[in-house]
């Protein structure tokens, strides 16, 4: 059976599909939201701590389970417990959520992409309204990207209740991510193995050329120096430990069962512990070098609105109060503001309300993250650079590379249990089978693609993948170290690499890392509950801006569903494979008597 399994042409192909998977687009817009939340600088102290009490022990321990087990998720827990059966079932049921709704992302990318060589960009400027008397008023409430993304790409419902219909052109976007999804994972490894060299080596290309853009713009500095200015007094804030744990364990893959898939397809011989400390340093490296990148065009966005902001102050005092042209600049605005209010102060007074407060730091302070950094805050920036088209089209190839080689590992979570199959293995070739998964998510997620198709997105992201996550790991780590056996475990390594196992990972494995995820697990659990009754963000078209609803009772009972659906697949299969050993052995007494 194992001269059987088809290998990675060779250890760098493996290590490639690792990274292609491991850095996806929380690299690019959550990390540096995070950054911007809990003290620039400073919040690198608790990251980088996270990522070697979690992250790398945790990575080590999936890649040395897929490498010695030689099978998908499913078939490698059943191997070290028949009871264990249920903890590679709630992974596959977790990859096949996330495949549901991850490639809507690379949807909306290839949209982006596609409409990144028009001039001027589409999201640049408003439309005009239906008698071309004026902008669009929605427009004009909010911003041209905004209008873009809400009206355009998404025509978002006024709230969840509203489903609407299918938008047919994000919907054959759809089609053709999971077609590109498709070949990619055709002739499994043989096929993904070539893949990954492009997934995980050209986001890289982009990001270099865009830091190198990035730093010539005007403003750049400014978002460098509030990224690396550190506010230490967030060191002792816990959310900033618990937002540096959840973005380490998440930004790695853990619990989904695509990097003990992607192992078991590697020599048993291959040094796993080394590639675990490679692919994570390299993820958190990535994540750092892509918060430089991004915080170059903050910059450079945040001093452009400010800018614009002190002429528009200017223009409107040099207007009302007949100054000479030139004569009022930024240095000495608020000197000449004072001298107008104390000399003029009823003219003063009716222009008072039309000037707007200009703040650089305000500007900077504006933390977004998700779809509203990707498809609001970078498009604001990049439709202000010279040669806007390229700038554009770069940074869309780029999300949908990273969205690509994300989407790899989680269909080669699903895939491998199935491939691995005797039962549905001798009725379908491989191609059948992925064609099959693929066709089945493409259908499911043209939900995705209604009116009311983003709100179901966020409870998707929020929800399906939290929770049941971190309860599949703290199973794992406690399956190998107190099931299975820490010292057998160990020996198994040794007798595959040749090395003896660093008392480093026994103390992670068998202490650390379990308190830690049991910690997280008991800080999201009380987070739920002290929130009450879970509330969603709404567009409302006639502001123009974000409303907060609450979440109908039907959504909530998808939630509880999406969350039990998975977690509830560990005791179950366990239950079932109790009661089927005593009936089994009920049975061999009574034909015994």
Same mark, same amino acid.
């Given at each position: ?133 004026? @902008? ?98 967030? /060191? ?7 937002? #540096? ?6 930004? =790695? ?13 590697? !020599? ?48 409107? /005092? ?33 222009? @008072? ?77 491989? !191609? ?24 179901? @997105? ?66 999201? /659990? ?7 009754? =879970? ?17 109908? #009772?039907? #959504? ?38």
């Amino acid at each position: 059976m194992e001269k059987a399994r088809p290998l990675w042409a060779n250890p760098l192909q493996f290590v490639f599909a690792c990274i292609s998977y491991a850095v996806g687009l929380g690299n690019v817009w959550r990390f540096p939201y995070l950054c911007q939340m809990y003290g620039g600088g400073s919040f690198l102290v608790p990251y980088i701590i996270m990522l070697f009490v979690e992250g790398m022990p945790l990575l080590h321990l999936e890649l040395a389970v897929g490498q010695r087990m030689r099978q998908g998720s499913i078939g490698a827990w059943r191997t070290i417990s028949p009871y264990l059966g249920g903890v590679g079932v709630a992974s596959v049921v977790v990859s096949f959520f996330l495949s549901m709704y991850y490639n809507v992302i690379n949807a909306w990318a290839f949209w982006y992409l596609f409409h990144s060589f028009q001039d001027p960009l589409p999201w640049s400027v408003c439309p005009l309204n239906g008698n071309r008397t004026g @902008f669009e008023e929605e427009c004009e409430k909010a911003s041209s990207t905004q209008y873009f993304w809400y009206r355009k790409t998404l025509n978002i419902s006024p709230s969840i209740q509203d489903n609407g219909s299918v938008q047919w052109e994000p919907a054959l976007c759809l089609i053709l991510a999971w077609l590109v999804v498709y070949l990619c994972t055709l002739r499994g490894t043989e096929s993904t193995g070539k893949v990954v060299y492009f997934t995980a080596l050209l986001p890289y290309c982009v990001l270099i050329i865009y830091l190198v853009r990035g730093l010539t713009l005007h403003g750049a500095t400014n978002g460098l120096i509030y990224m690396f200015t550190p506010k230490m007094e967030q /060191l002792a804030n816990p959310k900033a430990w618990i937002s #540096a744990a959840t973005q380490i364990f998440f930004s =790695l893959g853990l619990g989904f069962g695509s990097l003990i898939a992607f192992a078991s397809y590697s !020599e048993p011989s291959n040094d796993c512990q080394k590639h675990s400390v490679l692919v994570s340093l390299i993820n958190s490296s990535t994540s750092i070098f892509a918060s430089i990148v991004t915080f170059s065009i903050y910059g450079f966005k945040a001093t452009f609105n400010y800018e614009s902001c002190m002429n528009k102050v200017i223009l409107l /005092l040099t207007n009302s109060f007949d100054l000479e042209d030139g004569f009022l600049t930024a240095s000495n605005l608020e000197q000449v503001k004072g001298y107008l209010a104390s000399t003029y102060p009823s003219r003063y007074s009716e222009v @008072f309300p039309q000037i707007k407060n200009c703040s650089l730091e305000s500007e900077l302070d504006t933390a977004v993250q998700g779809t509203g950094l990707a498809f609001i805050v970078y498009t604001e920036a990049i439709k202000n650079m010279e040669v806007s088209q390229l700038w554009s089209a770069l940074y869309f190839f780029m999300l949908l590379m990273l969205g690509v080689g994300s989407m790899l590992g989680n269909t080669a979570a699903i895939l491998t249990p199935l491939t691995d199959s005797k039962v549905i293995s001798s009725h379908l070739p491989k !191609e059948a089978i992925s064609g099959l998964v693929c066709l089945i998510n493409c259908l499911i997620g043209m939900v995705f693609t209604m009116e009311a198709g983003n709100y179901w @997105f966020d409870i998707f992201n929020d929800y399906a993948a939290t929770l049941p996550l971190l309860l599949i790991v703290l199973v794992e780590t406690v399956a190998v170290c107190f099931l299975y056996g820490l010292r057998r475990f160990e020996s198994d390594l040794q007798a595959m690499t040749g090395r003896p196992l660093n008392w480093y990972w026994k103390v992670m494995w068998a202490g650390v890392s379990p308190l830690l995820i049991v910690s997280l697990l008991v800080f999201y /659990l009380s987070d739920y509950i002290l929130t009450g009754t =879970l509330r969603y963000q709404a567009w409302d078209a006639s502001q123009g801006q974000l409303v907060t609803k609450d979440y109908p #009772a039907y #959504a909530l009972a998808v939630i509880g569903l999406l969350v039990a659906s998975s977690t509830m697949c560990i005791p179950l299969v366990a239950l079932r494979t109790f009661v089927t050993r005593c009936l089994r052995r009920g049975g061999d007494t009574a034909h015994v008597a």
